[in-house]
Structures are given as structure tokens and as C-alpha cells.
């Protein structure tokens, strides 16, 4: 069965630091845009950042520009978010979801994982 | 930058048919994606490409979409169907954007 699974999630105070980890298998990860998206306690999904398969596209949400870095190992089938200056409303279950090379919609997601910025 | 924009609500009884729209600036330009979310669940993709239901969706799911609205139906909508719904787009300034999200009910 296709899986993703994050790791990395914790409680760290603000301006802080914290780098998120996605393990993918039984894919093939390397023909797959990768993509950050969270959901806040209350609030609806909002998507992060991407990272294309090939040539390295990387996009990110403008609240987070400059903070966050996303990045991935299609040797290890890894996906990563390191993620600095953490700010309250970075509080999140942090999803990461694949998006099938050409196509257009996040095909399979992981279970999440939570940050928690509070001091 | 561009937005998504969905109504907070849509109650259903079973057996009737649900209807969420969706709606942007041209957004029957670009391809649009529905996703389900449920309390303690990761969200479950239910149409892509407008249109599509991926294997394992039910039947009952169907997509549309022109002009500034894109619209998810359920028909024959059962309790099973309850949870929050998200229609997703790209935009070249914005890059991907979701809906605000309906809760559905299936009272």
C-alpha cells in the first residue's frame, strides 16, 4: 500500500526551530511534485510549499517565504521541511501530500504530523 | 492574490443530494480538485481534473466546472458522506489554493 508518513512535529517556542520528515514507499517518489499543506486547530487546509519531481521547482505560501525550506532525497525517498522563526500561527498538523508528475491535484497524503508553537 | 471561496455549511438529508460550490476569478480556466476531510483522518482526494473520480470514489461523487464556479455534487448522499469538503486550484501568482472548506451534514 502507498504511504506516506511524516515525523518531526514536537512543541517548540517561538522563534524556533524544527524540521519535518515524510518517508514515502510503494511509489515511485521521484516522478511525484511533493507538497506541505496544514491545518490549523479550527481553521481549514492551507497549502505550504511545493517542491517539484524534476528540475527542483520549489514554491512556497508568502507567510512563510524567507522562514521555511523545503527540499527532498529521491535516493531515500524523503521528503523535508525545515522550518525556522516559528511563529504561533505556525501551529499546525503538517501534512505532507504527492502530486503525480503533470497532473494537477494531491493524489495521496500522510497522516500528519503536529507543531506546536507556544512558549 | 487569488481566492477560493465556498460556503461554510450545506445539511443534506440521506438520500437527497449535496451541492458545493466553489468559486473564483476564471476559475473554469483551471483545473479544480475536491478533497474530503474527516475528524482524525488525513483528507481523501474525491475528483481531480474537474471531473474525475479516482478508483475507489463512489459513483455518487461527480464534479463540474465553468465560468467562476466549480461545483462538487453528492447524489444519494448517505451519513458516511459527512466531513468537511475542500476544492483546491493552482494560480501562476498565488501558486496552490484551497477553498475555506464546507462542513457537510446528513441530518
Known amino acids: 500500500e502507498v504511504q506516506l508518513v511524516e515525523s518531526g512535529g514536537g512543541l517548540v517556542k517561538p522563534g524556533g526551530s524544527l524540521r519535518l520528515s515524510c518517508a514515502a514507499s510503494?511509489?515511485?517518489?521521484?516522478?511525484?511534485?511533493m507538497n506541505w499543506v496544514r491545518q490549523a486547530p479550527g481553521k481549514g487546509l492551507e497549502w505550504v510549499s511545493s517542491?517539484?519531481?524534476?528540475?527542483?521547482?520549489?514554491y512556497y505560501k508568502d507567510s512563510v517565504k524567507g522562514r521555511f525550506s523545503i527540499s527532498r532525497d529521491n535516493a531515500n525517498s524523503s521528503l523535508f521541511l525545515q522550518m525556522h522563526s516559528l511563529r504561533a500561527e505556525d501551529t499546525a498538523v503538517y501534512y505532507c501530500?504527492?502530486?503525480?508528475?503533470?497532473?494537477?491535484?494531491?493524489?495521496?497524503w500522510g497522516q500528519g504530523t503536529m507543531v506546536t508553537v507556544s512558549s | 492574490s487569488y481566492e477560493l471561496t465556498q460556503p461554510p455549511s450545506v445539511s443534506v438529508s440521506p438520500g437527497q443530494t449535496a451541492t458545493i460550490t466553489c468559486s473564483g476569478q476564471k476559475l473554469g480556466q483551471r483545473y479544480t480538485s475536491w478533497y474530503q476531510l474527516k475528524p482524525g483522518q488525513s483528507p481523501v482526494l474525491v475528483i481531480y481534473r474537474d471531473t474525475e473520480r479516482p478508483s475507489g470514489i463512489p459513483e455518487r461523487f461527480s464534479g463540474s466546472n465553468s465560468g467562476n464556479t466549480a461545483t462538487l455534487t453528492i447524489s444519494g448522499t448517505q451519513t458516511v458522506d459527512e466531513g468537511d469538503f475542500y476544492c483546491l486550484a493552482w494560480d501562476s501568482s498565488t501558486a496552490w489554493v484551497f477553498g475555506g472548506g464546507t462542513r457537510v451534514t446528513v441530518l
Open positions: 510503494k511509489f515511485a517518489f521521484s516522478r511525484y511534485t
Open positions: 501530500a504527492g502530486q503525480p508528475d503533470g497532473d494537477d491535484a494531491f493524489e495521496m
Open positions: 517542491i517539484s519531481n524534476v528540475n527542483n521547482y520549489i
